[in-house]
Structures are given as structure tokens and as C-alpha cells.
């Protein structure tokens, strides 16, 4: 009996991307799809690639629509999702690809979002240690940030094996789709074609905290996050650059053994082999975060690079896998770790 | 018990993705990749995007890694099929991605490439009409080129509707994809970023005498094409402008009918609802060609617009369609029609 | 002594363009920027690539501002330059960069614009036949649209030298900075990159009217024209395809003496070097409209491509070099040839 | 009486881009262009964006085509720069935009290039602290790499006014022209467009210890570099994200002031206004070099971004900004503070 899901926010690029996996998934069939103001529009005019559902309409987005479902998937703007899922019942799963679950520390939430904090849902990053258990059976999932995905994968097993240090700093570079759909003058193909630039530089990034707490919990100590993000001229992917000061003793050796055991029988997380360097292209359209690691021993650093997908691996994947361990289904259903290139 | 396929030139853009597509196949197990000069290395250095195969090594092409498979992929610069699949005998299925065997005429053959002609083989084009009577059963299967593939779709039904007249004038962009993986100057990527250009103006392109092929057939007589191919700064996509001048009496809805009726049944021919567009970034990755038809009265020309993914639809796709025909599995067996977009 | 030139719209891509020029104009003396939403802001927030005028603030657009100038360049929404231009006065040089005043037929402006005829100007194309005549001592001038501009240079020598008949056919790529600066979703980043799709298909594209209104001057005949726009995944350039049948006994040595003829003098029209073909890379920032011409014998067709930067001398350069006309100043001061590449 | 120049390998992105600046600039005479496999073709084919220099042929690199001119610029692979300059005199002004004459320290030079060390030559970034007076009236001028370029203007002020410790973390985003002409599979559209990758990861990079002689001669003491270059989808620009430990009580306000002082009266590096941030496509073409600082109280880092052309401010316009010095000619001419964009 196929499990049915709804997707709130269907009309955006995170929507999009979960209409798109959903529609590979063997066990799920797609229910209502809402929107807010493209509610009446066909699916054709907003997501002209999924082309077996052209002809489903938006409903408005609201507990008239997203009702009878096992499953709601909400890509909502922050601040929306609370309200929705207090209308759904407690035996609904349901998955926010927000961020107002995310955050563990009420003060975090209100220094980063100026708002009151909705709570905290089992995060939906199952190769954190621990994570998995708490999303088994869980009805309740909040799905990460696509910059903490990157960079907690990048770093987690280095701090959670006690090889480096708690300063970590990060600069990432991301594809403009992780801004969304809504248009700005500064998203404008004009303005990304051909340029990088930064934003958010100096502690500003909402998705700062999140990494902090990833990180931290990892190396049972605080950890300290420097994030840049910058904005790269392509669509999709997350190239992650992340370092830390390496602990005394510690080895390119133990650094690379220390990500094996880590790493090796996580579906989708892949150590590559000596020599070669993750790209954002490898993973495009994939499941999949490509790791390397590199130990600076000049200047005393671990250096790890990620790529992801941002729309996959970083919000869309990590919420159909999230909701696979939820339901007890095989976690890896339904995913790829194959990309689309070149 | 599974269909054993192997991919003669595996390192290259159509090998790798006649590989993404026969990964996602659900009768295919993947036998033998070889290749010519990256002989010996591994999959994961050649297509970092395949994580499944990233162990694979290829073998040199040859006819002792590539006996004893149900099919045979031949991914290889043109010239080069006919030697190989002499040796692999009448009962497998050989699927030449090459140039080869698509040209009926010995002549044009000879004029546009320059060598002996090799031969003709069954059409992998399955749209057109005929087409899948020929390829059932087959073991030989010549895939079409990749603007044939955008331009045939587009203007077939126009020419055997009797709609227009026979003087077409289609205008291509591509993606750089379809120049291959062998880097040239011309194909770096500082030079193809924020340009267009055009290449074989005037008639010399050798898609040209396909086209003319394609479109004679149906049109029940001698259709010339005006083609101008351009190069553009994507990976992938082939956008087809195609004109020919409208005959009298047609109109507006007697075209969209003729469309209609040829296309309708066609599960990987998609004309989009009137007032829509078809785009690359929408068939990114999957099997469709989309298409639009309008009808410029003022001019008495019709112009059809079809868009493709070069290695996909214009390629592996086209090939794996062909496949699933010939050896009598449903048509759709292991392709999408799900783009991988923004 | 230098001539004061302000710039209405100067917050826009157009208005940037000819901001980056008159900066490089030896007569130039810059004077007043109006905007209209962005009144009030310095240009470093508005055009940071403009150093020199980082603390230049907008001043909203309208006769107080503008009044007091040499040279007033409006880079407008169509619709606005003619209340704007009564305001100030005969003497005042006014320079639209809109398509208020480009069509010489009142009826083909309603059909396309539907808003009633502002009325004619001379024509800011100088390599037509008579336009430098026209915009000599004027004080008032149209600045062609970017496709006009690259149509238009592409086949007029032939229609001038009698070459072709009247049908043209024509497929341009544009850069999305033709599409201006005003957000919205289809302009968007993840939208156009890694993209071609087309608009205005079938002969809806309001520069559609000012081409043949060129070519059939030209001609001495009626030209009728098939203009399909795409939109490219490139900031800058156009480069269009441009075909019309082949008159009888033309040969390829004909026509190519015919565009030497015609060209020869011009220092902003070069035809390339018989093999060479024109990319809008060639031409990025630079005032240069690259030619090369075919003859397709096959097809009795004569294929000629252009290639421009469409804010250059699709729009902000010819603007300049028709202000140095009007002036009489040197036609070429303050131009380059040269492009910014690769 | 106008300056001869030659420069030496002019096919190259970097000889394209020394030619593109020497036609703007007044007081300079190109004079004779020489290259190795590219030697009597003519520019026209190599580089057609500088159409005044269509016709020039040229000839092959040696003292035969480079005597007789005052200065000759040297856009060589690393190892041919000091046998050519040892042909060329004394008297003559030879700018090497290679590396060999780059480092002062022998053993980093054999560390990181493997041959012997050719020499150090006054070091033609001269914003930093002594560089100027050093290349006055010198005749021999070793121009930065684009890396070290970036990364010493960001860093320089802070290190030179005590604000900063010494283990600075770097990563920055280079276009692919910085790769240059030379194709290489890495190096195609297909490969770039759509993708972010690292290389020289772990302190591999050559330009690494360029950067830290830099830096540490502001600092008068020595500095760690951890450094990682990726390679960005876009043809030109480099985006440099650079970092270290704020020393105790350092504040926003006195990092903005050492800042202004030291770059105050630079002609091309420029600190952004508050709130604003480089971007690359804002230095598109241009020499200037925009900087925005921020001080992390959270993590008690400073983080400067710089943003350069790096073929214009990171290589030949470094280059003709030294000759100007080293000639005593006003140190901006020739050179553009504007960008071409979008």
C-alpha cells in the first residue's frame, strides 16, 4: 500500500526537488501539491521538467489540502511551518525542509530569526552520531540546513575522533538556487553569470548556529564556526572548504583511517580515493556528498572539502532520507548517488 | 535473468551516459567498459558522477572484453564501429552511437565524411514512422545524431501532415557536450563561458544529409535543409529553431491538430500547452524532446522549436529506447521523462 | 570645452553602459543620473563597477534635473522618452535609447506597442544608407533595439546589392542583460544558466517591425522577416543567424564583394577573414559588430551571422558614435574595438 | 616619442590581456608579438576580441623579434623567462609575468618549482609597503602571481598594522582564464560550467609561498599560510576569502581604520563602502582590486574579501602599472578603474 505525500510549497525549487525524488520512489504516491500565490496554477507553467505531473493544480497551502496524507513535506518560508504542522495530527510524518525545527537553543533561534522559537525536531541528518535513532519512528522531522549538510558531514568525524581543534573555519561557495525562487536584482542571471561574491561574511549566516551545534556535539566541546558563504554562477551544488587547527600527533594517516571508520558503510557519503577532489558536478542531481580530507602540514591544519547538492543531498534528499528511516523503509529507497553529468 | 550490456568508449560523454542510464535500467547488469587511451584506469578518475562503477577499470576495445554480451554499446569516434561489430557476431545486439550506419545514401555518406560507407542499419529514431517496425527484433541499431534527433522530432509530423513546403531552415544552439571530451581550444571553458558561436555554416555540418533523410521520408519528397548549428555556454541541451514555409490554407489549429494526432501516444514527445516554451533546462537529464509549434501568418511560415538533452534523448536515451525495442521490453523500460532542473 | 551629457535611467543596464562609455569620451563631461525607484541612491549600490562615479547620487528623472545639459541620453521604459524630450527644449541634444520614436509606420507602432505614435527620429544606425546624412546636426535621435542593430548590419549590404529575395529568416541568442535589470522569475539565475529557450516565437517580438523596416529600405522592396528571439545563458551578445534565399546567378564571390563593398570603411563593422566566424565573445564590451557570410549552394540560401555586444553597439555605443555624428565630432571618439576577452 | 613594446607570448590569455591594456594606453607603441607552436599565424585567429591587431603576425620568441624595443613583457610558462631577459640588455625594461623571479627565498623556489632558482626581481605589486620605490627606475620587474596579488592587497593593512596573528586560513575562487590557454580535459565547458572544484589543496599551491614572503614582510614576522584555490565557473575573476585570529582588543572600527589609511590614496585598491561587498563581475576588466573588511567577535577572527580581474589588476595590468612606475610615468596610465559589467 503505497504511502501518500503531500508537499507544501510545491512551486519553489526545494518543492520542486522533493516532487522530483518522490516521483523515483517506489513506495510513495504524490497527493496534494499547495502553493501560495501560484495556488490554481498547473504544475506545467511552474516545473515544466517533472513532466508526469504537468497537470496537477496547486491547492492553497493550508490544513484543507494537506490532510489524509502519511506523509507532509513542507518547504515553506520560515516562521510558516509550526502552524501548519499543529493542524496535521500527531500520526502524520511530517518533514520541514525549514528551519524552525532545527535549532536546539531557543536563544540561538531568536538571535539568528528575531522570532520566537517553535522547538526542536529530531534532526534529519542521519550520519551525525545518534541521529538515526532519534528519527526512527519519529513523526516529526526537521531537516538540515543545505550549508550545515556540507559542513557537518565535511567535519563531523574529525571532531567526533578528537583530531582537531574547536576554531573551525569555513568558506562555501553554493549554486543560486539555495536562494530560492523569489526574484531579487542580485539573483538575476545578469548579476551571477560570470561573478562570485560573498554575503553574510562575519558570524551573519542563519546557518551558523546549526553548524556550531552539529560540530559541537560531535566533539563533546564547543566548537567555534568563522562561515563565509559566497554565491558561485551555477544552479545547484555546494563546494564546502573546510579546515580546523590539527590536534598535536595527528597524522594524514589517522586523519584519512579516522573518516574510513567514520565514513565506510554510509550509503550516502563517499570518501574518495587519494588524489581526488570532490566537484560539485560529480554530485549534481545525486543523493550523494563527495569528501576528501588533507592534512596542511606546513601551517598545522585539517583541511576537508564537501560537495553536495544543495537541492538534493541538502534538502530534498536528506528529507526523503530522513523519512525512509522514519517509516522503517530502507533508507537509501528511492535515492541515487548517481549524478548528471557533465 | 538480466540483460548483460557492455559500453565500448566509456570515458567519454556518451559513454558515461549510456552508463547512467543502464545503471537505472531494471533488466540490464553491466558488463565490460572499455576504452582506447584511458585503458587501465578506473571509472572513478574517468566519471567521478557513476559512484557505482568507480571500481570498474577499462579494458582496451576490442572484441575480447566485448564478446559475451546480449548488447554492445559502441561509443566511438565514426569509422571505427563497422571493424568492431564484425567481430561480435548477428545474435548480439550491437547499438552504434557513431555516425556509421545512419546514412542510407552512399553518396552523401561519402561526400560529408569522406571514406567508404560502411553500411545501414535500422534507424534508433522511433518517433518517425516505421521506425519501430524496423527496430523490433533487430541486432543492429544505428542511433541517431543528436540535431537530427531535435530537428526530425520537430518537423517530421509538419512534413508528413503535407503542411509545409520543402525548403527548412532550422538554426541549433547545443551544449558543449556534443563536441566531445577531447579538449581543444575552442571547447575550454574560458572560451565557451558568456559566448555563442556558430560552426559549419553553409551546408557542411554532417548532420545535414541525416536531416534531409529523416525529413524526405516523411514529407514523400525531397525536403532541403538550411542548417546552421551554434555553440553554447552550457553543458548540455540542444535548442532547434525550425521554419519551412507554411502551404496554403494552413492554420493555426489545423497544425496544432497534426501535432497533436502524430505525438499524441508518443510517451517521450511531449507538445507543451499552447502559450508554453519548451527549454533545455527542462529536459536536463531526461528522455523527452519538447516541442511548440506556432504558425507566423504575417511571414506564411510555420516555426516548430524543439529542445532536447544532446546525451540523453539526442543520445544514450535515443539508444536505450532502441534497446528496449529491439529486444521486446516495454518502450519506457529505465528512462525518465523527469528533468533535473533549475 | 566639454559637452555635458546626463543620463536618465541610469540605474539600468543601459544606463550603466552608456555610464561606462561617456566616462571613456575624451568631450564628456558627465552631469546629472535620475532613476526613477532608485532615486536618491549612490551609484556605488546601483553600478559598482563604475568607480568613478561611486558617489554620484540619482536624482528622480525629470526636467529639473535634466534641464541644463548638452546631451540627454534617456534609457527608459518605452513609453516615457516623449514627455521627457518636450521638456527640454531644441537645442538639447536627446538621445533615446527606448523604442518610442524608431518606427517610421504609426500603424506598425500600434500593432505592436498599443499605445498611440510618439512619432519618428532619425535613426541611430549610421552604416544604413543615409542615416549618417539624417543624424548629422540633428537634435534628436533613436537608438535601434539590440536586435535591430545586429540584423539589420548583417543583411542590408545584401539587400542593398540586390543579392537575396525578400523572405528572411532569422534566429538570434541574446544575453539575458537584454532583458533588464527588473527582476523576475524566468530571469532568474538557476533559471538561465545552463539554458536556451526562445520567445516570441512567430513573429510577436516587437523589434520585429524596425527590421523590416531597415531591410526594406534597403531592398527598394518589401522584406518580409521570421524573427525568432532566444534568450542564452550569457550576460552580453547577440548573435544572430540571418538567411534569405539567394537570388539567381549569385555566387560566393559576389556576395562576399558585395560586403567588403559595403563595409569596407566602416570602423565599427568588420567582416571576418574568409574561415573565421564571429562569437559574441570576440566582441564582449566592444563596439564592434563581427560579420561572416556563406553561400549555401545546396540550399540556394545566403546565410550571414552577426555577432554584437547588445549594451555596446546594440544600444549604449551606438548611441555614443550617433552623438559624436550629431555633434560633429569624430564618429569613432570615445569608441573601442576592442574586446574584453576571454 | 612614444615606448616600443613587445610582448612574448601572445597568444596567450595573459599576452591577450597585456595587449588589450598596452592599445589603451598613451604613450605606448606596440611593437613586435612572438610565440612558440603559435608563430606566423596572425592575431586575427589567436585573438579576436583586439581587432587593430588583426594582421600582425607573429614571430617566434628569441632575441631576434624582442631586441629593439624598451620593454618587453614576458607572458611565459615558468623556466624560459631568464634566458630571453639575458638576450634582452640591460637597458631594456623587462616585465616577466611569469614566476621564476617572483621568490626571494631559493629554497622555496626549488621546494615548489623543482629547478634552480633564477633570481629575484623588484616585485611589481606596488601597493605594498617599499614596492614602489624598488621598481622606480628599475629595468627588471617581476610581476605577482593573481593569487598573491588578491590575498597580499586583503591582507597586507592588517598585518602591516599589528591587528592580526600569523596563521591566516585562505580560500579563494579563480575563473578558468587563470589556467590558461592550453587545453586540458579539467579545463573544458563541459567540465566547469555548473561546477565548483578545489586543487592544490593541503598547501601544494605554487603561489603559497609568494603569499607568505608577502605577508610576512608586513608583518616583520613570519606568517602561515593555509591555502586553497577552486576553480570557479566563469572565465575571469578571482574572489579571495581571507582570515586570521583578530590580536586582543582589536574592534570593527579600528580594522576599518587601518584600512582607509593604508589604501586611502591607492589609485586601485578600493575598500567598499560599509555593507557593500566585491563581487567579480564588478572588476570585470578592470585594474582595481575592491576589499571589504569584517571583524567575527563571535570567533575573534578578522575576515577581508578582495576581489580582482585576474588577468587585468591580478597580472598584466600589475604589470603595466609597474612599468609605469619604473619608467616614471604616471602610475595610472592606460589603466581603468571601470568594470565591464553586467
Redesign the interface.
Known sequence: MAIRAAVAGASG?AG?ELL?LL??HPEVEIGALTGNSNAGQ?L??L??????LADRVLAPTGAEALAGHDVVFLALPHGQSAAVAEQLGDQVLVIDCGADFRLEDAADWEKFYGSPHAGTWPYGLPELPGARAALKGSRRVAVPGCYPTAVSLALFPAYAAGLVGP?A?I?A?T???G?G?S???H?????????????G???GHRHTPEMIQNLSTAAGERV???F?P?L??????I?A?C?APAKPGVTAGALRAAYEKALGDEPFV?L??EG???????????N?A?L?V????????V?V?S?IDNLTKGTAGGAVQSMNIALGLPEELGL???????
Request: glycine share 10%.
Open positions: 525549487y520542486g522530483r516521483l523515483a498547473p506545467a507553467a516545473q515544466p521538467h517533472l513532466l508526469p576554531e573555519v568558506v561557495a549554486g543560486t538556487s536562494a525562487k526574484p531579487k536584482p539573483l538575476l542571471g545578469s548579476e551571477v553569470m560570470g561573478s562570485m561574491s560573498p554575503y561574511v562575519g558570524g567555534s564556526v568563522s563565509t559566497t558561485a554562477p551555477m544552479s545547484r551544488g563546494l572548504t579546515s563517499h574518495l580515493p581526488q577532489w570532490p566537484s560539485t558536478a560529480a554530485v549534481y542531481g545525486s550523494t563527495l576528501q588533507a592534512h596542511d602540514e606546513a601551517v598545522g591544519r583541511i572539502i560537495a541515487s548517488t548517481i549524478g548528471v553529468a557533465p
